[in-house]
T-cell receptor, first 113, second 117 residues
Framework: QKEVEQDPGPLSVPEGAIVSLNCTYS??????FMWYRQYSRKGPELLMY????GNKEDGRFTAQVDKSSKYISLFIRDSQPSDSATYLC?????????????FGTGTRLTIIP | GAVVSQHPSRVICKSGTSVKIECRSL??????MFWYRQFPKKSLMLMAT?????????EQGVEKDKFLINHASLTLSTLTVTSAHPEDSSFYIC?????????????FGPGTRLTVL
């Protein structure tokens, strides 16, 4: 079983729709959760990160973490064609000396004008 | 935001040659940088952690003699793929945390596409 599972998609939604992207994980020791956006042939770009359970909002993006279910989500409101990209979830432990990120496979998202 | 550059962006080489990839933090210093490998439709796989002034830490299964890492300054880390073979063809990406111990805020380079013929 992979540590982090993410549906690779592809996911296509019409412009203006709400997009829901999700990851599940198996290791309850993960404490920090991130979402990255990656355009084709580019490096990932950090969108936001959260610590432990809860919600965090930044503009049209909302990240949710449910540690009891080992489930994280990213919601994109009022989706736009420029949001078309691959979205990767990532997570890491909190202990010093183990700072590496564990990534999901990424979900390829296309927003249809 | 912070900028990380990589050079070259794309390289094609013959089997058996060595290829050096540079990763630079342009407007901040990075005592630690990370090197990843990404296959199509696969997740980013951490290869090694590059530490300025000391030896790199390699992930399990990554050959340190195959993938040489040098972090000679606070703004530059290099990855050398030695005696490259077609199975080494991949997208190599580096990242650096914005500040020491600020590992949640990592900035990634644009990646280097390596093709070994």
């Amino acid at each position: 079983q992979k540590e982090v599972e993410q549906d690779p998609g592809p996911l296509s939604v019409p412009e203006g729709a709400i997009v829901s992207l999700n990851c599940t994980y198996s290791n309850s020791a993960f404490q920090y959760f991130m979402w990255y956006r990656q355009y084709s042939r580019k490096g990932p770009e950090l969108l936001m990160y959260t610590y432990s359970s809860g919600n965090k909002e930044d503009g049209r993006f909302t990240a949710q973490v449910d540690k009891s279910s080992k489930y994280i989500s990213l919601f994109i409101r009022d989706s736009q064609p420029s949001d078309s990209a691959t979205y990767l979830c990532a997570m890491r432990y909190s202990n010093f000396g183990n700072e590496k990120l564990t990534f999901g496979t990424g979900t390829r998202l296309t927003i249809i004008p | 935001g912070a900028v990380v550059s990589q050079h070259p962006s794309r390289v094609i080489c013959k089997s058996g040659t060595s290829v050096k990839i540079e990763c630079r933090s342009l407007d901040f210093q990075a005592t630690t940088m990370f090197w990843y490998r990404q296959f199509p439709k696969k997740s980013l796989m951490l290869m090694a952690t590059s530490n300025e002034g000391s030896k790199a830490t390699y992930e399990q299964g990554v050959e340190k003699d195959k993938f040489l890492i040098n972090h000679a300054s606070l703004t530059l880390s290099t990855l050398t793929v030695t005696s490259a073979h077609p199975e080494d063809s991949s997208f190599y990406i580096c990242s650096a945390p914005l500040a020491e111990h600020s590992y949640n805020e990592q900035f990634f380079g644009p990646g280097t596409r390596l093709t070994v013929l």
